[in-house]
């Protein structure tokens, strides 16, 4: 069975389709669970240009998850998710939003390096600026503490740093393994998210590199899209089955109120 469990939408801004749209069209895939995973507001709304507020997610993003869900019951399987942001400094907001809806399962992504959003186009000339080992380093600092924090189910695109082209100039392996060590412990799934490939990196995310460590030390996998426009719910979910089947000995893992089962893809 396959469930593409990162999906955006108009309500963070950057996303076109209302919810209702992507679930359509997992559906016209054959798709059977569509996740809905769209950016979390953060304290004090920050940066609400590229996400929704919380008074949207309580008037417009969580009534209409759950309407969709009892909508389309015996068609497809509705997820409840949300793509939450790991920043040092948030973790306690982090918490006790996230106890407020019955998720099914929370990504956590790191998006910023303190306050640059490494991952946004206009903010891409910072690479330039700075040590690549130094971005790559702090990235997977960030991806250690995000998991280590409790607050998340899912690593979400775990190597998004990679998504301009810019490649660490030194050895990773240490690092990787130190990383992936503590997602281990974290009882994590890690996404296989296949956005990197609409990407300049033009490569999935997480690599291969990285897929032949989580599958060493046994982290469940995950499927996601990260469409930004409902016509990409389920891209190139044929390689990243390919990849499941290499990885993660065929199966996926689904979420229902973040506890975490398994099913071959
Ligand atoms: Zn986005
Ligand atoms: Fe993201
Ligand atoms: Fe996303
Ligand atoms: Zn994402």
Redesign the pocket.
Known sequence: MLADY?T?NYLCKHADGTLEQYVQHAISLGLDEIGL?D?TPMPDNWDHEVRMTEAQFWSDYAPEVQRLQEAYRGRITVKFGL?GDFMPGTETWVKEFNAKSPFDYVIG?VHYLDDWGFDNPLFVAKYDEKDVNDIYGLYYERIRQSAESGLFDII?HCDLVKKFGHRPTKAMEEVLRETFKVVKRSGMAVEINTSGLRKPVKEMYPSETILAILSEYGIPLTLGS?AHTPGDVGKDFGLAKALVERYGNGRISVFTQRQRSEVTV
Request: glycine residues 12%.
């Open positions: 990162h955006h995973s950016h793509e992504s979400g990260d």
